[in-house]
């Protein structure tokens, strides 16, 4: 089955304990990206990525990291998370950097 | 920078026809596409429009006039299940990078 799998899918964390969510696709997707959604604030671009080893800030990319090794996996790093990283985060993947995007069912990340 | 403006709220009773604006304010526009999401859940692709003009998939329209930097998606026959978010969001190419920048959300109530 095609498909974005992320985990954790909840995460309850206390300020400056680095976390790493992950995102998975098996759709051969070169273009792969993060989300982080807010009440009243829609989804807002954390960071994408074009291909391997190619990744660019979306938004609202402070506080936040990714990598991109392999075609397949594109992690979300919070090194020192904070409070105000506390949200539902989707990551989402594509063919091309202009096709449907196809998201993963979310992380809800609290940070205390 | 984008912006989008897309009403919070529009309620309408089942059978019914809806229509949800979205005006747009963007460099590098691309297209134009609708996402809808159930509460809490992942963001499923509705529709896309590069082109002035009408999309019709199935129930589901979308409008989009460039000249404007204005669309709309029209919702037919409404039926309980489409109480959901309704999401419009701009493709933006600019020097060879995409972006998608997503407005803050269109919350449908479907009454019997």
């Known amino acids: 089955e095609a498909q974005v799998t992320q985990n954790p899918r909840y995460l309850i964390t206390v300020t400056g304990k680095k976390l790493t969510v992950t995102c998975s696709q098996n759709m051969n997707h070169e273009y792969m990206s993060w989300y982080r959604q807010d009440p009243g604030l829609g989804l807002r671009q954390i960071y994408y990525?074009?291909?391997?080893?190619?990744?660019d800030k979306g938004d609202v990319p402070e506080g936040y990291k990714v990598s991109r090794k392999e075609k397949r996996n594109f992690p979300l790093i919070l090194e020192s998370p904070s409070p105000n990283q506390t949200s539902l985060y989707f990551c989402a993947s594509s063919p091309g950097m202009t096709d449907t995007q196809y998201f993963g069912p979310g992380t809800r990340l609290t940070v205390l | 920078g984008q912006s989008l403006e897309q009403p919070s709220e529009v309620t309408a009773v089942e059978g019914a026809i809806v229509q949800i604006n979205c005006t747009y304010q963007t460099s590098g526009f691309y297209g134009l596409s609708w996402y809808q999401q159930h509460d809490g859940g992942a963001p499923t692709f509705l529709s896309y429009?590069?082109?002035?003009g009408l999309e019709e998939t199935g129930r589901f329209s979308s409008f989009l006039s460039r000249s404007d930097s204005y669309g709309y998606l029209l919702l037919q026959e409404l039926q309980m299940k489409d109480s959901a978010s309704y999401f419009c969001a701009v493709r933006n190419m600019n020097s060879g990078y995409s972006t998608l920048t997503f407005g803050k959300g269109t919350m449908l109530l479907v009454s019997p």
């Open positions: 429009n590069a082109l002035d």
């Open positions: 990525s074009m291909n391997v080893e190619v990744t």
